[in-house]
C-alpha cells in the first residue's frame, strides 16, 4: 500500500538499527519532504510552459439556461503519462463509494486525466456522525504522509497550521497557472478563496463549491399546516400577533382532534430562537461553538444581551402565559419531534425541514408533511422582519496536497478537472447514461427554468459515484438545474420556494459575521467561553420565557447580562474582531 | 416431614428472589427489546409502538447487513482477530504469569514494574503509530493483533493464581523427584492452572471481538477490516450529526437517517451473538479462575 522511496528509506533506516527512537525517524523524514519541496527544478515541481486553457464544449453537451454561472462541460484531455501513481487519502464510504480503486467514476476519471490514483480509505466520522481525525492526525503528525487528502473535513484552522508547517502545499502559483475551472469559479463566487485562505494568506488547499439555494435559509424556518390554519379559519401569520392569534386558535381548537396536540413545537437541535427572535432583532444561530454574533458597521456585536433580545423575551413570556409555549419547546428530541408530526399532533414547527418532524418522508402525494408551508419571517411590533441568511456557506474542502507530493502540478490540475460539469455529474451521480442524463430540452429544473440535468436515484448505487467527497463545482445554478418531475415532485421543489420567500428579508450582507480562523494560541480559552455562553443564552431563554426569571424586572435582566461580562466576553469578542479584520481575503 | 423454613429464611428467599428478578428484567428487558426492534417496521420505531414484541414484523434490516459487502469479511476477520489474539495473548501471559510469580526470579520486582511502566504512562496514538509504521506493520493483520497484545492486568491476575495455587513446596518436590523447569511448568503448572488459561482465553477473546481501534488506526485496507469496525463504519455512514443539519443537503440527511432506522438494532444483534454464545460454556471456568485460591 505504500508505495514510493520513503518507504524504502525508512526500511534502510530500520536496518542500521536506528529502530526505536521513532520520533527521530519522524522527524526526518518530514524535513526531507519540506526540503523536496522546496527545491525548485524536479519534474512539474514549478508551473512550466503556456497555462492551460479549457477545452470547447462538448458535443451534445447540456443546454445551459440563460445567464447560467456554474461548471461547463469541455473536452477533457488527458495530461499525464500515468508513470507516477499519486497515493490520496479519501474517507471510507463502504455504502456508497465501495471500494475508491475499483469505483466506476475512478475508472472513468483516469481515462480522463491520464493520472493514476492509488486511494487510500480512512474512517473519519464517528458513530455520532461527527468527524473523526484521529487517524488522520496520526498520519500527519508521524509523517506517515500520502501525496494529497481529499474530502478530509480539515476545519481551516487545521488546514492554516499545517500549511504554515509545511505539511500542506500552498497553492496559489498553481491555480493560477493549472485550474481554469477553479479560476472561473473564484470569479464566481469572489469569497470563495477568503473562505479557505490561511491566516498568512496563502491558499494551502483547493476549495470547492456546493451552493445549496434553501440552505442559506434552512437554520432560521418555520413550518404551519395548511390543513389545521383552515380548520380554524385562519391565514398564515404574517406579524408576531398574528401568529400569537394563530397559536391561541390551535391551542383552543385542537384541529387534529387529537390528545397531546402541540401548538408550536421546536427543540434541542431546533432552537426556536432563530426564527423568534428575528422580527424583533437580527441575530444569527448559535451554540456550543459559537454565535449569536453580528457585525454592526464593522464591529462584532454579541446579539443576547441588546435590548430588542428582551423584547423578543417578552414576546416569548406572552406566548407562555397563553399556554402556547411551554417547557416542551426547549426540550424536545428529534425523535419526539418526529413522533409528534408523524401523529399530525404539530400546529407550528421551528425546525429545519419537514423531515426534522416527519420520520419517513415519503414522497407520496398525499403524505402528510405536504399539508405544511414554510412561514415567511414575522413582522414585529417595531416594524423589524429579517431572516437569518447564511451567506458563506458554499464553500467546501476539495483536496490538501502534501510535501510528500513530488508532482503538486500534475494533481492540481487532476483537481480542476473534477471542477468540470461532466466530472461533477460523474462525481456526484455515478454512470453516464445510467444513473444520470442532460434535462430534457424544454424540463424545468428546481429554480424553474431550463433543467441542466436529471437523475435516476441519489445517492447512485454503490460502487459507481464518489458521494460528495470530490473537489466539486456545484453553483447555485447548478443546483437549480435538477431537473423536476411535474408529476412526482419531491422536497426540492418546496423547499426553494422557501428559501425564495425568505430571501427577501435576507440580513443585509455586512451584519453576517464571516466564518474566521481563531488564532492557535487563544483557541481554547475561546472554546470555552462558547460553551459557557451557549449554555447562558439558552438557560436564560427558557428562564425568563417561562417566567422563572421576570423579564420586566431590571435587575433579572441585569443579572442576566452581567452573568455574560463573568465569562469574559468582551476578550471573547476582541477575539473574533481581531480574527475577523485580519481575515484572509 | 418436611423442615419448615423459619421466618427469617423465607423472608430472605423473597427478598432474594424479588432483586434477581428486578436484576434479570433489568438486563433482559433491553435486550429483547433490541431484538423485537430489530425485526420491526422503522416506521413503527420512528412513532415509538415498540415495547416488547416486534412491531410489523419484517427482516429487511438483516437483509441490508447480509448484502453489506463487508460485512462476511469483517466476521471472518474478526474470528481469526479473535482467535489469534486470544491465543498470542493467553501465551504470553501465561509465560509472564508464571515467570514473575517464582519467587527465585532475579531481578523479580524490577521485571514486573517494567511490565507496569507502559499501563500507567501511555506514550499515546502518535508514538505509537510511528512504531508499528517503522516496523512495517501498517496494513497487515499483526498490525491488529500485536499492539496490545498482552495485557499487564491480566499478567497480575495470572501471576497472582500461580502463586497461591502452584506454591514453592510443589515445585521443591516435583526438583526432587528429577523435574527441570520446563518439565515442572508443562506438566504441573499448565495442568494445574486450566481455569486461568480459560479466562485469559475469554478475556482476550472478547478484547478482540470488540476491538475496532487497532484496526481503524493501522489499516486501511478494507479486507482487513473486523466486524466491529464493518459495524461502526456503517452506524457512522447512516447518523446524522446536528452540525449537519441546516448545513448539509437533505438528500444525504434522509439516506443517512433511512440506513440509521433500518439498522441500529439489528447491528447490535449482529455482534452480540458469538459473545453470547461463548459466554455460558467459559463461565464456569471464570468463576473458578477469578474466585479460587489456596491449596485444595
Same mark, same amino acid.
Given at each position: ?10 526500511? @534502510? ?15 526526518? /523524514? ?6 523536496? #519541496? ?7 515541481? !514549478? ?9 470547447? =464544449?462538448? =458535443? ?16 477533457? %484531455? ?7 501513481? /499519486? ?16 469505483? !466506476? @467514476? ?14 487510500? =480509505? ?8 461527527? &468527524? ?63 473562505? +479557505? ?63 397531546? /396536540? ?12 432563530? /426564527? ?56 424536545? &428530541? ?8 408523524? +401523529? ?153 420556494? #422557501? ?7 435576507? =440580513? ?49 435582566? %441585569? ?18 474582531? %481581531? ?7 | ?101 517464582? *519467587? ?12 507496569? $511502566? ?6 499515546? $496514538? ?63 503448572? $499448565? ?57 448539509? *443537503? ?17 447491528? $447490535? ?28
Amino acid at each position: 500500500m505504500t508505495g514510493g522511496p520513503s518507504r524504502i528509506s525508512r526500511r @534502510t533506516l530500520l536496518g542500521a538499527g536506528v529502530a526505536g527512537i521513532g520520533a527521530v525517524g519522524g522527524i526526518g /523524514f518530514l524535513s526531507g519532504c519540506s526540503s523536496d #519541496a522546496k527545491t525548485p527544478g524536479s519534474s512539474g515541481n !514549478k508551473p512550466t510552459g503556456a497555462p492551460v486553457k479549457l477545452g470547447p =464544449e462538448i =458535443e451534445n453537451g447540456p443546454k445551459y439556461k440563460d445567464g447560467y454561472i456554474g461548471p461547463h462541460a469541455t473536452v477533457k %484531455k488527458p495530461f499525464a503519462d500515468g508513470k507516477t501513481t /499519486f497515493k490520496i487519502v479519501v474517507p471510507q464510504d463502504t455504502q456508497v463509494v465501495g471500494d475508491w480503486n475499483k469505483n !466506476k @467514476t475512478t475508472e472513468w476519471f483516469e481515462k480522463q486525466t491520464g493520472v493514476k490514483v492509488q486511494f487510500q =480509505e480512512v474512517l473519519i466520522t464517528n458513530p455520532n456522525g461527527g &468527524s473523526d481525525l484521529t487517524k488522520i492526525n496520526a498520519m500527519l503528525s508521524s509523517g506517515d504522509l500520502p501525496d494529497a487528502f481529499m474530502g478530509i473535513p480539515f476545519t481551516p484552522a487545521q488546514v492554516s497550521l499545517y500549511g504554515q508547517q509545511g505539511t500542506f502545499v500552498a497553492l496559489d502559483d498553481y491555480i493560477a497557472h493549472y485550474s481554469p475551472r477553479l479560476q472561473q469559479a473564484m470569479k464566481d463566487y469572489p469569497d470563495l478563496r477568503g473562505l +479557505k485562505a490561511s491566516t498568512d494568506g496563502k491558499l494551502y488547499q483547493i476549495p470547492g463549491v456546493n451552493d445549496c439555494y434553501h440552505c442559506r435559509s434552512s437554520q432560521g424556518r418555520a413550518w404551519i399546516s395548511k390543513k389545521y390554519l383552515q380548520a380554524v379559519g385562519m391565514d398564515i401569520p404574517t406579524s408576531t400577533d398574528e401568529l400569537r392569534q394563530v397559536l391561541l386558535e390551535f391551542k383552543n381548537k385542537n384541529p387534529s382532534g387529537k390528545n397531546g /396536540f402541540v401548538p408550536f413545537a421546536s427543540g434541542v437541535n431546533n432552537p426556536l430562537d432563530n /426564527f423568534m427572535m428575528q422580527p424583533f432583532l437580527y441575530t444569527p444561530p448559535g451554540d456550543q461553538n459559537g454565535g449569536w454574533m453580528r457585525l454592526n458597521s464593522g464591529k462584532v456585536e454579541f446579539t443576547p444581551t441588546k435590548d430588542e433580545w428582551r423584547e423578543a423575551l417578552r414576546y416569548l413570556r406572552q406566548l407562555n402565559k397563553d399556554g402556547t409555549l411551554t417547557p416542551q419547546n426547549f426540550s424536545m &428530541s428529534d425523535t419526539e419531534l418526529q413522533t409528534a408530526g408523524n +401523529k399530525g399532533q404539530v400546529g407550528f414547527a421551528r425546525v429545519y425541514w419537514w423531515g426534522s418532524f416527519f420520520n419517513p418522508v415519503t414522497l407520496d402525494k398525499n403524505a402528510p408533511w405536504r399539508d405544511y408551508v414554510a412561514v415567511p419571517p414575522l413582522k414585529g411590533p417595531s416594524g423589524n422582519q429579517t431572516a437569518q441568511w447564511d451567506y458563506y456557506n458554499f464553500a467546501t474542502n476539495g483536496l490538501q496536497i502534501t510535501s510528500a507530493c513530488k508532482d503538486p502540478a500534475t494533481l492540481v490540475q487532476w483537481s480542476d478537472y473534477q471542477m468540470d460539469l461532466e466530472s461533477t455529474m460523474w462525481m456526484y451521480d455515478g454512470i453516464a447514461e445510467k444513473n444520470w442524463f442532460w434535462g430534457d430540452e424544454g424540463a424545468d429544473g428546481i429554480d424553474g427554468e431550463q433543467a441542466l440535468w436529471r437523475d435516476i436515484q441519489w445517492p447512485a448505487p454503490e460502487g459507481q459515484s464518489w458521494n460528495q467527497y470530490a473537489t466539486m463545482y456545484r453553483s447555485l445554478d447548478y443546483r437549480g438545474g435538477q431537473q423536476v418531475d411535474p408529476k412526482a415532485p419531491t422536497y426540492e421543489a418546496g423547499l426553494y420556494a #422557501a428559501g425564495k420567500d425568505y430571501e427577501k428579508y435576507a =440580513e443585509p450582507k455586512e451584519m453576517q459575521l464571516p466564518p474566521v480562523i481563531i488564532p492557535d494560541d487563544s483557541a481554547s480559552q475561546v472554546a470555552d467561553t462558547a460553551t459557557s455562553i451557549s449554555q447562558a443564552v439558552k438557560q436564560g431563554m427558557s428562564n425568563f420565557a417561562l417566567g422563572k426569571k421576570d423579564i420586566d424586572n431590571d435587575s433579572d435582566w %441585569k443579572a442576566y447580562v452581567d452573568s455574560f461580562a463573568a465569562m469574559n466576553l468582551q476578550s471573547y469578542l476582541d477575539v473574533y474582531q %481581531k480574527a475577523y479584520e485580519s481575515r484572509p481575503k | 416431614m418436611q423442615i419448615r423454613d423459619t421466618r427469617g429464611d423465607r423472608a430472605y428467599f423473597i427478598v432474594n428472589y424479588s432483586v434477581l428478578t428486578v436484576f434479570t428484567l433489568m438486563v433482559l428487558y433491553p435486550m429483547i427489546y433490541v431484538i423485537s426492534a430489530s425485526f420491526s417496521s422503522a416506521k413503527a420505531i420512528a412513532d415509538n409502538e415498540v415495547y416488547l414484541w416486534p412491531v410489523g414484523a419484517t427482516v429487511d434490516a438483516y437483509r441490508t447487513i447480509m448484502e453489506s459487502p463487508n460485512l462476511l469479511i469483517g466476521f471472518a476477520n474478526s474470528a481469526v482477530y479473535t482467535i489469534g489474539g486470544a491465543l498470542l495473548g493467553t501465551a504470553l501471559t501465561v509465560l509472564a504469569g508464571y515467570a514473575s510469580s517464582r *519467587d527465585d526470579l532475579p531481578f523479580r520486582r524490577v521485571v514486573m514494574f517494567f511490565f507496569l $511502566i507502559p499501563t500507567l504512562v501511555s506514550a499515546g $496514538i502518535v508514538p505509537t503509530y510511528i512504531v508499528v509504521r517503522q516496523l512495517g506493520l501498517l496494513d497487515t493483520r499483526w498490525a491488529v493483533i500485536l499492539p496490545g497484545a498482552m495485557s499487564v492486568f491480566n499478567v497480575i491476575i495470572t501471576r497472582t493464581f500461580y502463586k497461591m495455587n502452584v506454591p514453592q513446596e510443589m515445585l521443591e518436590a516435583a526438583k526432587v523427584d528429577g523435574a527441570d523447569d520446563f518439565r515442572f511448568f508443562f506438566r504441573i503448572a $499448565i495442568p494445574l492452572s486450566k481455569p486461568i488459561i480459560a479466562v485469559n482465553l475469554l478475556f482476550y477473546g472478547i478484547t478482540q471481538w470488540n476491538g475496532w481501534f487497532n484496526a481503524f488506526l493501522y489499516t486501511s485496507d478494507p479486507h482487513l477490516m473486523p466486524l466491529q469496525l464493518v459495524l461502526r463504519e456503517l452506524l457512522s455512514q447512516s447518523a446524522v450529526n446536528p452540525g449537519m443539519i441546516g448545513g448539509g *443537503d437533505v438528500a444525504e440527511l434522509l439516506k443517512r437517517r433511512e440506513l440509521f432506522d433500518k439498522l441500529k438494532y439489528a447491528m $447490535i444483534v449482529v455482534a452480540m451473538i458469538p459473545p453470547l454464545i461463548a459466554y455460558p460454556f467459559v463461565q464456569k471456568h471464570f468463576v473458578k479462575g477469578a474466585l479460587i485460591g489456596s491449596l485444595k
